[in-house]
């Protein structure tokens, strides 16, 4: 089928293209190519190209929608009803990221977060993240919302994605080690994304690998799975407190996710993180 992505430049979206290439004629979309807060070019460009699907990968990042919330509205929650309205018209599907970040984090224990948990973003990306999510809900019923959560892969240079390679590189980090949640190998989150669209039941979903760290044990573990022994980690790795971090967005505490739906549907939940961490190192 044809499908069209948007914000496909991005960690996700690059991903996700090349994945969904193998099988289906795909038209990914740069920034530069469709601003998806432009509503005319929208609507232009896909009815022109009338796909059967269209992804939305385009995002605002956390920090930067605390320092321009108008911007964060116009791509979290604008662009994407501007899109899904336009499927809407076709007739086609539409797909949707969001975040673990729609949670507040302060629950005890560890217990993930399910679809059947309310909301209660704490910073602006969550929260227009979550008036995206409602828009586009609203605006095209064959909707898919895939949540996802501290995404890593090749081609980003988030802490997640880069910490093996610095450790290895006998680099000091500082590793935060009062958050926790739920991380996701990219190319974990692709092929379930494939296998949802597949299966044509539009929900809300939450798509991570299952267990629950901080940052700071998955810095440990990236290390022993490059040879960094422990002793040599511990000098490498310096601790740090969400507080000392002095970002402008604060983040949720502990946010781990959970799939109802996709258990009730009979997909096994993706692999643990400590094994989806060690092919990622390994290639
Ligand atoms: N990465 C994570 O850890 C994570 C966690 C939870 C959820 N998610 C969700 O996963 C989805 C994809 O995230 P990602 O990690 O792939 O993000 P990313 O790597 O930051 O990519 C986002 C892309 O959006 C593009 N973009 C920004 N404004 C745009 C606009 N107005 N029109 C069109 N494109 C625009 C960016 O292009 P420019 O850079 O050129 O502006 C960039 O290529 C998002 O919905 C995000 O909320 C990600």
């Not at 967005?249 to 781990?256: F, G, I, L, V």
Request: proline share 4%; net charge neutral; aromatic share 8%.
């Amino acid at each position: 089928m044809k499908i069209v992505i948007t914000g496909a430049s991005g960690l996700v979206g690059t991903h996700l293209a090349h994945h969904l290439a193998a099988k289906h004629q795909v038209l990914p979309l740069t920034h530069a190519d469709l601003d998806i807060t432009e509503r005319g070019s929208v609507r232009r460009l896909i009815l022109n190209e009338r796909p059967a699907l269209i992804i939305n990968c385009a995002v605002v990042s956390v920090d930067e929608c605390e320092r321009n919330p108008a911007l964060a509205q116009a791509v979290n929650v604008a662009g994407p009803q501007a899109l899904a309205e336009t499927a809407a018209e076709l007739e086609a599907e539409f797909l949707h990221f969001s975040t673990n970040y729609v949670f507040d984090g302060v629950r005890e224990g560890q217990v993930p977060y399910t679809i059947d948990d309310e909301p209660y973003p704490i910073n602006v990306y969550g929260m227009t993240k979550l008036a995206g999510e409602r828009a586009v809900r609203a605006a095209a019923s064959k909707c898919f919302i895939v949540r996802t959560s501290w995404v890593y892969g090749a081609g980003k240079d988030s802490f997640l994605g880069t910490v093996h390679r610095h450790l290895l590189a006998g680099k000091q980090v500082r590793a935060i080690t009062d958050v926790w949640a739920s991380t996701t190998y990219v190319d974990d989150l692709v092929v379930r994304t494939e296998e949802l669209l597949t299966r044509r039941h539009y929900a809300t979903y939450h798509v991570v690998n299952s267990g629950v760290c901080s940052y700071e044990e998955f810095a440990r573990l990236s290390a022993r799975l490059v040879g960094v022994a422990d002793t040599e980690a511990n000098k490498l790795i310096e601790v740090v407190y969400e507080a000392n971090m002095q970002r402008l967005a604060r983040r949720p505490r502990s946010t781990p996710l959970r799939c109802l739906v996709s258990e009730k549907l009979g997909l096994v939940p993706l692999r643990d993180w400590p094994t989806a961490l060690a092919e990622y190192v390994a290639k």
